[in-house]
């Protein structure tokens, strides 16, 4: 390793800086202003990746050059200013007092949107744009060859840096965005026009997103997995920079630069992980960030379990619907029979992630770490171990609850937004490790022949099995959400002052929380993977953490029952629409920003509700 | 033994110092108040007692134990009850279930996983109720109360502690005239009965003088004057801090210069 390899490394690693500065700034941006994380950054990143690469060729078939080729990347990153603009108007101007978790869902409703509309419009296939005119020869670094587009890239980072810092600074507009970051009472008592600065805000992060993408174009194609993979890089810049501190954005998008372009070198294919731990470890000791200021917390009650006088009737009510389950045998057929084995999963699953988000208030967004944690966690017991499934399971299980002991270890000084962007740092890690180490983990193609053995193979035995451990897993969670366990969860989620004044250990019981929702996630991911016969990484993905989401905001955070509900709902779904159309994803994601709007209950609560307005 | 004894507390959020050299005792059965204009650093210094705020400098002594350091948990295993100024209560949750998570804390029982907590200490709950004149409402729903009936709760739930020692931070702020009376009254009984020491904040003056045995006045951070209500209301520094009129003191700044 020499001098001039090490010169070049280090300027790809600014290369690398430029880019996510660019793109993460507009959202921290947006962030500061709205309060609002919004996950569909990476979908306009995208788009503004799309757009130029259809648009530059165009203009450079009319006039060759450098001016041409600059001006398209800029008239693409308006054209995603635009659709900015649009997005606040449409959605996001609703949902400013929501609590974060629904806006962090409706923001992902925009991006399973976006993902069908991309494909729609631009096609299916990855589009490679043109290289930039003038920049095509590389230059002689040290005897090395080094692209000079790059270098124009290492340049851009900090003429954005400096165009923001002069809005910021000598703009009344950006006088106004810095006065709402740091205080939005102050704002709306100005009496500004907010509804303008707001818009205006957005314009700014879609602009930069959209540009952070058509620079892209002469070295990546633009591609449908784009989004969430920019998106997961942009939040842990905005996390470790101090959500809406735009030179903390910059100073950690030069860190992470760095860090994987060096990191490849230790650790050739965990480049990702290097990054998350990176994130780990600066909230591990400053849990706002480089920059980032204590948000102030509080009124999640709103969204959560609360008491109810115990039904008299319930207890007989379950018996019934057990024991119907459990004729279900006896007239469906095998197909049926695997849908509803895995509706009950995913209701454990969902369950579990209700004890975190409706009994202890705090907001994961990486519940599938703790799902595909248990899936691994038995496969591999399969795989390596040649284990049976009854030790299988249980070791899937351990695996999840020892996952959710360390990850929430890390999590419980946390709170908020920072706490759900840690939780999907968390799952998004264990998925590069499930993509990376493929020696043991298989990689993209994860472990097959993952199968419960041959008595219980029959679809109904198996289903029968489920029925048996998903209901036992289930009562034994409700009676801890009903101890003074959950309760000392909810009191700490209600009010953290008085349940610390009444002696209660918060972190701890949020911890073992942590613990107890990892492991019922791990039983039903272990569960999942017999019932699949295999395991992959997209288990522990981030659509798979939305999917329990999504299915608890169907049912409704405010009911015991939402869950199970919500699971039944969302898989029977996806289960008969889905071959019907090739716009699933649109569909759900409308589905979810309308679920968001109009029954932030969810279903389940929104009838409870009524029945209780009109008693 | 002094019950409470805090010894030069300081405290500053960035340039601001909301309190400086605060040094105040309470005794067993006594009630003293801490008055004071908005942003005096009344609440700052409550925040010190009580250790939800880490004071900058000086030093908290609960029966002669220093507690400087003690988490808000270790105070409350050791006396120290309290009541916040913006009440603080489980609004997920009904009057009476408040009252008993306040109980099982205290019996160290919140890591049970299995008996309901509705269950637990049900009879003792009511009985504290009772005391703060609130049975009647013991399976609403916090969350539906009158703001001043949230404030009594938060008394049951400091009371459910045992403690010797309550802070209460603007314990009457939200109530009409006649329950203030009621509330301090309650107060000032289980004082005397109990040999509880009290610590308060109050804008109302006729409950300062009424019910306080001592009067400290807080202004931009340091104590300006303390001493038996009827010194304190013929202080001159105090008068010049408040305009005084026929009822005695009313806030005059609104904060702290
Ligand atoms: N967390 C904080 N961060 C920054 N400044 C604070 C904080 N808490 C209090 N202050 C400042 O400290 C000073 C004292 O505040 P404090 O709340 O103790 O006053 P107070 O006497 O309780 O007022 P009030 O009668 O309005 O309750 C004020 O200037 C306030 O702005
Ligand atoms: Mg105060």
């Given at each position: 390793m020499d001098l001039s390899f090490i010169l070049i490394q280090a300027l790809n690693g600014l290369a690398s800086a430029s880019s996510l500065f660019i793109t993460a700034c507009g959202l921290t941006l947006v962030f500061g202003v709205t309060r609002i994380v919004n996950f569909a950054h990476g979908s306009l990143y995208m788009v503004g990746a799309y757009t130029a690469a259809t648009l530059v060729p165009r203009l450079l078939e009319m006039s060759y050059g450098p001016a041409t080729f600059w001006a398209g990347i800029v008239l693409s990153a308006l054209v995603v200013g635009l659709i900015g603009i649009l997005l606040e108007i449409l959605l996001l101007r609703r949902i400013y007092r929501a609590p974060e978790l629904f806006q962090l869902l409706a923001t992902f409703g925009v991006v399973l949107v976006f993902q069908d509309l991309v494909v729609q419009i631009f096609g299916p296939q990855d589009i490679l744009g043109p290289r930039a005119p003038g920049l095509r020869q590389p230059i002689e670094i040290l005897g090395r060859r080094f692209p000079s587009y790059e270098l124009a890239l290492i340049i851009a980072g900090p003429i954005v840096l400096g165009a923001v810092w002069l809005l910021l600074r000598r703009t009344r507009f950006g006088i106004l965005v810095r006065a709402a970051t740091q205080d939005r009472d102050m704002v709306a008592a100005l009496g500004v026009n907010q509804a303008l600065l707001f818009t205006g805000t957005l314009f700014c992060g879609a602009f930069l997103a959209g540009l952070g993408g058509a620079l892209q174009i002469p070295r990546v194609a633009a591609n449908t997995g784009m989004d969430l993979s920019v998106i997961a890089e942009c939040f842990v810049v905005t996390v470790v920079g101090g959500m809406g501190s735009v030179p903390g954005a910059f100073l950690a998008a030069l860190i992470i630069g760095q860090l994987q372009a060096f990191g490849i070198l230790i650790f050739p294919k965990s480049t990702l992980v290097v990054v998350f731990l990176l994130m780990a470890l600066v909230l591990a000791i400053r849990p706002n960030g480089f920059f980032g200021r204590p948000e102030a917390t509080g009124?999640?009650?709103?969204v959560g379990i609360a008491s109810r006088?115990?039904?008299?009737s319930g207890p007989l009510l379950m018996i019934a619907v057990l024991v119907v389950l459990a004729a279900l045998p006896l007239i469906a057929d095998p197909y049926l029979l695997k849908v509803a084995t895995e509706i009950l999963i995913l209701a454990l699953f969902a369950f579990s992630l209700q004890l975190l988000i409706?009994?202890?208030?705090?907001?994961?967004?990486?519940?599938a770490a703790f799902f595909g944690l248990g899936a691994y966690g038995a496969a591999l017991a399969v795989k390596w171990?040649?284990?049976?499934m009854f030790v299988a399971v249980p070791s899937g299980l351990l695996l999840a609850g020892a996952g959710g002991a360390l990850i929430g270890a890390f999590l419980v000084r946390l709170s908020g937004i920072y706490l759900a962007m840690m939780t999907l740092a968390a799952a998004q890690i264990l998925y590069a490790v499930a993509f990376q180490w493929?020696?043991?983990?298989?990689?993209?193609n994860g472990i097959i022949g993952v199968w419960p053995p041959a008595w219980a193979g029959p679809r109904a035995i198996y289903y029968l099995l489920t029925l048996a451990v998903t209901a036992i897993a289930l009562f034994g969670l409700t009676r801890l959400i009903d101890a003074p366990f959950g309760y000392a969860l909810r009191a700490a989620r209600d009010s953290e002052p008085r349940a610390e004044s009444i002696g209660l250990a918060v972190r701890r019981h949020r911890w073992l929380a942590f613990v107890a929702a990892g492991a019922g996630a791990g039983l039903a991911g272990a569960l999942y993977a017999f019932s699949r016969g295999s395991v992959d990484p997209s288990l522990l993905g981030i659509p798979t953490s939305v999917d329990a989401l999504t299915m608890l905001l169907l049912g409704g955070i405010?009911?015991?029952?939402g869950p199970l509900a919500g699971a039944a709902v969302l898989h029977a779904l996806r289960d008969w629409i889905m071959p019907l159309t090739p716009f699933w994803r649109l569909l759900l994601g409308l589905s979810i920003i309308t679920m968001v709007l109009i029954f932030p209950r969810g279903l389940v609560g929104t009838v409870f509700h009524g029945r209780e307005e009109r008693a | 033994m002094t019950l409470l004894e805090a010894k030069g507390l300081r405290k500053a959020f960035g340039g601001v110092v909301?309190?400086?050299?605060v040094s105040l005792t309470v005794e067993r059965g006594e009630m003293v108040a801490l008055i004071g204009p908005n942003g005096a650093g009344k609440s700052t210094v409550f925040n010190m007692i009580g250790g939800q705020l880490r004071a900058d400098a000086g030093s908290v002594l609960l029966d002669g134990v220093?507690?400087?350091?003690?988490?808000p948990q270790d105070r409350f295993r050791k006396g120290i009850g309290r009541t916040f100024q913006v009440a603080q209560a489980f609004?997920?949750?009904?009057v009476l279930e408040n009252i008993q998570m306040a109980l099982i804390s205290r019996h160290r029982?919140?890591?049970?996983?299995?008996?309901?907590?509705?269950?637990?200490?049900r009879e003792d709950a009511l009985q504290l109720l009772a005391q703060v004149g609130m049975e009647g409402t013991a399976?609403?729903?916090?969350?539906?109360?009158a703001y001043g009936d949230v404030k009594r709760v938060e008394l049951a739930i400091a009371l459910a502690g045992d403690p010797k020692l309550i802070l209460m931070d603007?314990?009457?702020?939200?109530?009409?005239p006649a329950e203030r009376s009621a509330l301090m009254e309650l107060t000032d009984t289980m004082t005397r009965s109990r040999r509880l020491g009290v610590l308060f904040t109050e804008h109302d003056m006729d409950v300062v003088f009424g019910h306080a045995d001592r009067v400290l006045v807080l202004l931009g951070g340091q104590i300006i004057a303390s001493g038996p209500p009827e010194e304190i209301r013929r202080n001159p520094k105090v008068r010049e801090a408040y305009l005084g009129d026929t009822h005695g003191l009313r806030p005059l700044l609104t904060s702290s210069p």
């Amino acid at each position: 390793m020499d001098l001039s390899f090490i010169l070049i490394q280090a300027l790809n690693g600014l290369a690398s800086a430029s880019s996510l500065f660019i793109t993460a700034c507009g959202l921290t941006l947006v962030f500061g202003v709205t309060r609002i994380v919004n996950f569909a950054h990476g979908s306009l990143y995208m788009v503004g990746a799309y757009t130029a690469a259809t648009l530059v060729p165009r203009l450079l078939e009319m006039s060759y050059g450098p001016a041409t080729f600059w001006a398209g990347i800029v008239l693409s990153a308006l054209v995603v200013g635009l659709i900015g603009i649009l997005l606040e108007i449409l959605l996001l101007r609703r949902i400013y007092r929501a609590p974060e978790l629904f806006q962090l869902l409706a923001t992902f409703g925009v991006v399973l949107v976006f993902q069908d509309l991309v494909v729609q419009i631009f096609g299916p296939q990855d589009i490679l744009g043109p290289r930039a005119p003038g920049l095509r020869q590389p230059i002689e670094i040290l005897g090395r060859r080094f692209p000079s587009y790059e270098l124009a890239l290492i340049i851009a980072g900090p003429i954005v840096l400096g165009a923001v810092w002069l809005l910021l600074r000598r703009t009344r507009f950006g006088i106004l965005v810095r006065a709402a970051t740091q205080d939005r009472d102050m704002v709306a008592a100005l009496g500004v026009n907010q509804a303008l600065l707001f818009t205006g805000t957005l314009f700014c992060g879609a602009f930069l997103a959209g540009l952070g993408g058509a620079l892209q174009i002469p070295r990546v194609a633009a591609n449908t997995g784009m989004d969430l993979s920019v998106i997961a890089e942009c939040f842990v810049v905005t996390v470790v920079g101090g959500m809406g501190s735009v030179p903390g954005a910059f100073l950690a998008a030069l860190i992470i630069g760095q860090l994987q372009a060096f990191g490849i070198l230790i650790f050739p294919k965990s480049t990702l992980v290097v990054v998350f731990l990176l994130m780990a470890l600066v909230l591990a000791i400053r849990p706002n960030g480089f920059f980032g200021r204590p948000e102030a917390t509080g009124g999640s009650h709103v969204v959560g379990i609360a008491s109810r006088a115990p039904v008299r009737s319930g207890p007989l009510l379950m018996i019934a619907v057990l024991v119907v389950l459990a004729a279900l045998p006896l007239i469906a057929d095998p197909y049926l029979l695997k849908v509803a084995t895995e509706i009950l999963i995913l209701a454990l699953f969902a369950f579990s992630l209700q004890l975190l988000i409706g009994v202890g208030g705090l907001v994961s967004f990486g519940h599938a770490a703790f799902f595909g944690l248990g899936a691994y966690g038995a496969a591999l017991a399969v795989k390596w171990l040649e284990a049976s499934m009854f030790v299988a399971v249980p070791s899937g299980l351990l695996l999840a609850g020892a996952g959710g002991a360390l990850i929430g270890a890390f999590l419980v000084r946390l709170s908020g937004i920072y706490l759900a962007m840690m939780t999907l740092a968390a799952a998004q890690i264990l998925y590069a490790v499930a993509f990376q180490w493929v020696d043991v983990t298989g990689g993209d193609n994860g472990i097959i022949g993952v199968w419960p053995p041959a008595w219980a193979g029959p679809r109904a035995i198996y289903y029968l099995l489920t029925l048996a451990v998903t209901a036992i897993a289930l009562f034994g969670l409700t009676r801890l959400i009903d101890a003074p366990f959950g309760y000392a969860l909810r009191a700490a989620r209600d009010s953290e002052p008085r349940a610390e004044s009444i002696g209660l250990a918060v972190r701890r019981h949020r911890w073992l929380a942590f613990v107890a929702a990892g492991a019922g996630a791990g039983l039903a991911g272990a569960l999942y993977a017999f019932s699949r016969g295999s395991v992959d990484p997209s288990l522990l993905g981030i659509p798979t953490s939305v999917d329990a989401l999504t299915m608890l905001l169907l049912g409704g955070i405010q009911a015991l029952t939402g869950p199970l509900a919500g699971a039944a709902v969302l898989h029977a779904l996806r289960d008969w629409i889905m071959p019907l159309t090739p716009f699933w994803r649109l569909l759900l994601g409308l589905s979810i920003i309308t679920m968001v709007l109009i029954f932030p209950r969810g279903l389940v609560g929104t009838v409870f509700h009524g029945r209780e307005e009109r008693a | 033994m002094t019950l409470l004894e805090a010894k030069g507390l300081r405290k500053a959020f960035g340039g601001v110092v909301a309190a400086r050299d605060v040094s105040l005792t309470v005794e067993r059965g006594e009630m003293v108040a801490l008055i004071g204009p908005n942003g005096a650093g009344k609440s700052t210094v409550f925040n010190m007692i009580g250790g939800q705020l880490r004071a900058d400098a000086g030093s908290v002594l609960l029966d002669g134990v220093a507690i400087t350091d003690a988490t808000p948990q270790d105070r409350f295993r050791k006396g120290i009850g309290r009541t916040f100024q913006v009440a603080q209560a489980f609004l997920s949750m009904t009057v009476l279930e408040n009252i008993q998570m306040a109980l099982i804390s205290r019996h160290r029982e919140a890591l049970r996983l299995w008996t309901p907590a509705r269950e637990r200490y049900r009879e003792d709950a009511l009985q504290l109720l009772a005391q703060v004149g609130m049975e009647g409402t013991a399976n609403r729903s916090c969350a539906e109360l009158a703001y001043g009936d949230v404030k009594r709760v938060e008394l049951a739930i400091a009371l459910a502690g045992d403690p010797k020692l309550i802070l209460m931070d603007e314990p009457t702020a939200g109530m009409a005239p006649a329950e203030r009376s009621a509330l301090m009254e309650l107060t000032d009984t289980m004082t005397r009965s109990r040999r509880l020491g009290v610590l308060f904040t109050e804008h109302d003056m006729d409950v300062v003088f009424g019910h306080a045995d001592r009067v400290l006045v807080l202004l931009g951070g340091q104590i300006i004057a303390s001493g038996p209500p009827e010194e304190i209301r013929r202080n001159p520094k105090v008068r010049e801090a408040y305009l005084g009129d026929t009822h005695g003191l009313r806030p005059l700044l609104t904060s702290s210069p």
